[in-house]
């Protein structure tokens, strides 16, 4: 007999959109590591399914963990179709592959396309790019960008600020611009990320 993972991930293809949604939420709370289960939760996450098995493919992604790996491709994939599945995936990418290289460059496309199409810079992906540190030079300028944005909950800066600090030296002549324009006080961990890239920018300059 299959498996049981295995049973289960046949019947995310079901015509019947109850069932579907019932094997995901099974194997949500199962999270097999059997690699045909990965595959199949991998194949479902871009689908428009009214059921949103999506999201709970990628959910099951997550519970599994490291073994899931081989789903990084296809859950970055699916981040890239619109802003909702961002925040699924991001909470996968956390306990499937945190800073996978792979990951980076997917991430930075986002932050610019929320810059340039959205107009509200994804603080998520922000704080996501933040935690690579130096390897993230490459999204110093739109960083500084997503600073300059007007909105009236402009958390976003604060993470902007956060993330240019965890950047370190790349980013101190950015850092020091984004000092002169921010209106109002800033938080005390944006604050304090600012201080520290500023300062490791003097540091490396000599």
């Not at 595959?39 to 098995?53: E, V």
């Not at 800073?99 to 959205?118: G, M, N, T, W, Y």
């Not at 960008?145 to 101190?172: F, N, R, S």
Request: aromatic share 4%; glycine share 8%; charged share 25%.
């Amino acid at each position: 007999a299959a498996p049981a993972g295995a049973v289960l991930a046949g019947l995310l293809t079901d015509r019947d959109g109850n069932v579907r949604h019932r094997a995901s939420r099974a194997l949500f709370s199962a999270a097999p590591t059997d690699p045909v289960v990965v595959k199949a939760l991998a194949a479902r996450l871009a689908d428009d399914d009214p059921w949103d098995i999506g999201v709970s493919c990628m959910a099951a992604l997550g519970r599994i963990g490291p073994k899931a790996a081989p789903a990084v491709p296809a859950i970055l994939r699916s981040m890239e179709i619109d802003r909702s599945r961002r925040f699924g995936g991001l909470r996968a990418l956390e306990k499937i592959a945190p800073r996978s290289p792979l990951a980076l460059p997917v991430l930075l496309r986002l932050l610019r396309q929320s810059l340039v199409k959205e107009r509200i810079p994804d603080e998520r992906v922000i704080a996501a790019i933040g935690a690579y540190g130096p390897a993230a030079e490459a999204a110093v300028a739109d960083l500084v960008k997503a600073t300059k944005v007007k909105d009236d909950h402009p958390y976003y800066v604060d993470v902007a600020i956060w993330a240019l600090g965890q950047i370190g030296p790349a980013a101190g002549s950015a850092a020091a611009e984004v000092r002169g324009f921010i209106p109002g006080p800033l938080g005390g961990t944006a604050q304090r990320a600012l201080k520290q890239a500023l300062h490791a920018a003097e540091k490396e300059a000599g």
